[in-house]
């Protein structure tokens, strides 16, 4: 009987390898499945099916419930450690969590190569509850077991080294993250003075370190990020440590540790390379560390030092646009450049409007305007081209209806669109940028801010008088530059004289002045007409 049973286990073997192969011949046949034989296998279908929700089960029971039962075990550890044991003493209750962050760690290493995964996040929770431990020797501690906070401070700081190691050792960016927000804690846990904001300012040289050794771009955003908001918690009394939310009495000339910081964050765009990470990269980072620097700086001019505010306003743009000229010349950066050059103009502004009283701080704005454009140009950066004129245009529309005009203000603005104009059409080879939209909207400016401040600045009876000026004045600039657009803005200007002839000079001047207002414009344009008339003929005759 066994051998039979034995010969029918093999014949049903055989018969269902047979079957498997003609299943194989008729897949590399082409041959279509029909919905019959689809219907014919319906173990098949129910085996992958099974095997798709195994597949599911497992992976929610090895990877996610380990997870979860990880971050509970690390979670009840920390509550361990925080624990106010009564009966036990300080000492006592700081070796039961060394003991337990001993245990944690000593589970990661032992699962290390069977269980990866839930080694990796046993062994950064255990070296975060190792920081715990540490913190709770003095801080956040009724009996603390370290009575002074500079041995409390420097155990940290041991704690943190360890940390440190352990994410360069392993070459993760997650515990170097976590290193990076622990140290910027520890900063507001020590709370003092200059110590505090010198810890801000080396964790910031470790994150950048951390960039240039590993390239770890996350970690560098996260820590300007970190920087930042940890300046301004000190700032607003470290509400951290239980302190009421206000403003420091004393700034404690913590102005030079944000320049510092801030320093320390401009080395990431001039330390990377091309593949290290892309141009948004660039501008994203670029942008949280100057909008961080301004928002700051902004801060404490409002509270501590609005008697320098031009100084320091002055102070932010020469530090912006050092950068921006540091970033072109090593990096050839466009986006860095960009950026921080329109935030350094954006201060240099902001000092001018401080400095000089209004009508007068117009024209040092204006002035300013030329000069961004002609960085601009130097960096070959249309960014700056394109803001410059934004901001430029935003005055001009500022000044009109909510200044008094004031003729030295209305001419500076007439000369430096006109001169905005002719260095972009001269220089406009070294821009990747069509610039005649520019060159226009500038012409189009001065042609009208030309207009505006004569008739504010002359006495009425000779406004279409200086506008007649101006118009041979533009037609004298197209002979001389061989620019028609000048023409353009020439022919414009005589139509609004004879406008302002018709409408305001008839009924408002003398009768002597409109007489010889009269035979003037009309001269002029007719001898304008004459030298149209002849060049026609020139032109038809070529």
């Known amino acids: 009987m066994d051998v039979e049973k034995q010969i029918a286990t093999i014949l049903a073997r055989l018969d269902a390898l047979e079957a498997r192969l003609s299943r194989l011949e008729t897949g590399m046949r082409g041959e279509v499945t029909t919905p019959e034989s689809e219907a014919a296998k319906p173990e098949e279908v129910d085996t992958q099916g099974g095997l798709r929700g195994e597949h599911l ?26 624990y106010p044991f009564h009966t036990l003493s300080p000492v006592v209750k700081s070796l039961v969590g060394y003991a337990s962050v001993t245990a944690i760690l000593g589970l990661a290493r032992y699962w290390r190569g069977k269980y990866a995964h839930l080694s990796r996040v ?87 370190w951390m960039f240039y050794r590993f390239r770890w771009v996350q970690s560098a955003l996260f820590s300007i990020i970190l920087a930042y908001g940890t300046y301004l918690l000190w700032l607003l009394n470290n509400p951290v440590m239980g302190k009421p939310v206000q403003a420091l009495p004393t700034h404690h000339n913590s102005l030079a540790y944000v320049f510092a910081f801030a320093a320390v964050f401009a080395t990431v765009n001039l330390l990377r390379h091309r593949r290290d990470y892309s141009e948004f990269w660039e501008a994203v980072l670029t942008l949280i560390h100057s909008g961080g620097f301004v928002v700051l700086n902004a801060l404490l001019v409002l509270t501590y030092f609005r008697p320098r505010a031009a100084e320091v306003s002055l102070a932010v743009a020469a530090f912006f646009l050092l950068l921006a000229v540091v970033n072109w010349l090593v990096r050839q950066s466009r986006y860095g450049t960009a950026v921080y050059a329109c935030f350094g103009y954006l201060a240099l ?105 004569f008739a504010q600045a002359v006495p009425e009876k000779f406004v279409s008088l200086t506008w007649l000026a101006a118009a041979i004045f533009y037609f004298a600039m197209s002979l001389l530059l061989h620019n028609f657009k000048y023409r353009w803005m020439g022919i414009l200007t005589v139509f609004a004289v004879i406008i302002h002839v018709f409408v305001r000079d008839l009924a408002h001047i003398s ?28 032109l038809s005759q070529t």
């Open 349 to 453: 502004s902001s000092a001018i409007l401080i400095r000089f009283p209004i009508p007068g701080s117009f024209v040092w704005l204006g002035w300013q305007s030329l000069l961004v454009l002609s960085t601009a140009i130097w960096f070959r950066n249309r960014i700056i081209v394109v803001v410059n004129f934004l901001i430029f245009l935003s005055i001009f529309i500022a000044y009109l209806p909510f200044v008094p005009s004031h003729g030295w203000v209305n001419l500076s603005y007439a000369v430096v669109g006109l001169a905005s104009a002719r260095v972009l059409n001269w220089q406009k080879r070294r821009l990747d940028l069509r610039t005649e939209l520019f060159r226009n909207g500038y012409l189009v400016l001065a042609f009208v801010i030309v207009l505006y401040g």
């Open 122 to 208: 046993l062994f950064g929770g255990g070296l975060f509850l190792l920081y715990l431990a540490t913190l709770r020797l003095h801080f956040f501690n009724a009996t603390p077991v370290l009575a002074g906070k500079t041995a409390g401070v420097v155990a940290l700081v041991l704690a943190l080294g360890v940390l440190l190691y352990s994410a360069a050792r392993r070459r993760s960016q997650l515990l170097g993250g976590m290193t990076l927000l622990l140290g910027y804690a520890t900063a507001l846990f020590a709370d003092t003075v200059h110590f505090s904001l010198a810890f801000i300012v080396v964790t910031s040289v470790v994150s950048v």
């Open 511 to 538: 009768a002597e002045f409109r007489i010889l207002l009269l035979l003037l414009v009309g001269t002029v344009v007719l001898a304008l007409s004459f030298l149209y008339a002849r060049r026609r003929r020139q």
């Open 57 to 82: 089960e497992l992976k929610i029971g090895e990877f996610w419930l380990a997870q979860m039962g990880s971050l509970l075990l690390l979670l009840g550890v920390a509550f361990l450690i925080c």
